[in-house]
């Protein structure tokens, strides 16, 4: 299967700017979407497809996608980011239906 | 609103079966592809398997296919999960999530999951 990889951890100053990346094979032909997940509590989807947020997704998160990575940017980090990021995209190795998840990142807000 | 409510979750032997289940309200049911996603603690998302909206395509993760089956009643609105030959690596929080309209690929709910864990 497919594999998506994602740094460990990064840490932003409050108000400041974190990029979060995902590099993968199947990023070539999937867009990446984005989910935000903090402690005790399920995942949360924050944006999907080129750059889309769903509704009640602050417009401080955005998306790219180039080749084979993904970002996700958090522009003027507060202090409710804090969080575990994961992306996301179908698998390309030809399992049916499948998706596979990036390593995930902890960000944390300084 | 969409709510997607997970149950079955316990502590089982290893070997031995569960069954979790997933109840969908809020959308057509029967309208999406459905998908379970695991996460053993403290670790990350594991897709485990998905099911297409009537039942004609189905996948697993390599990790429990042949041990694992996904199934769905859309009369129900019910997503089920069988679990055989449960071992301790599957003890994890099992979630319920919805894909989306064709093409785009993505799960945009997710129900607040099922523990299971499998010990002896």
């Known amino acids: 299967s497919s594999e998506l990889t994602q740094d460990p951890a990064v840490s932003v100053a409050l108000g400041q700017t974190v990029r979060i990346t995902c590099q993968g094979d199947?990023?070539?032909?999937?867009?990446a979407s984005w989910y935000q997940q903090k402690p005790g509590q399920a995942p949360v989807l924050v944006i999907y497809?080129?750059?889309n947020r769903p509704s009640g997704i602050p417009d401080r998160f955005s998306g790219s996608n180039s080749g084979n990575t993904a970002s996700l940017t958090i522009t003027g980090a507060q202090a409710e980011d804090e969080a575990d990021y994961y992306c996301?995209?179908?698998?390309?190795?030809?399992?049916?239906?499948?998706?596979?998840f990036g390593t995930g990142t902890k960000v944390t807000v300084l | 609103e969409v709510q997607l409510v997970e149950s079955g979750g316990g502590l089982v032997q290893p070997g031995r079966s569960l069954r979790l289940s997933c109840a969908a309200s809020?959308?057509?049911?029967?309208?999406?592809?459905m998908h379970w996603v695991r996460q053993a603690p403290g670790k990350g998302l594991e897709w485990v398997s998905g099911?297409?909206?009537?039942?004609?395509?189905?996948g697993y993760a390599d990790s429990v296919k042949g041990r694992f089956t996904i199934s769905r009643d859309n009369a129900k609105n019910s997503l089920y999960l069988q679990m055989n030959s449960l071992r301790a690596e599957d003890t994890a929080f099992y979630y319920c999530?919805?894909?989306?309209?064709?093409?785009?690929?993505?799960?945009?709910?997710w129900g607040q999951g099922t523990l299971v864990t499998v010990s002896s």
């Open positions: 996301n995209s179908r698998d390309s190795s030809g399992n049916h239906l499948g998706y596979v």
């Open positions: 497809g080129k750059n």
């Open positions: 199947s990023l070539r032909s999937y867009y």
């Open positions: 999530a919805k894909d989306t309209a064709a093409g785009t690929y993505y799960f945009d709910y």
């Open positions: 099911i297409s909206w009537n039942s004609g395509s189905i």
């Open positions: 809020g959308f057509t049911f029967d309208d999406y592809a």
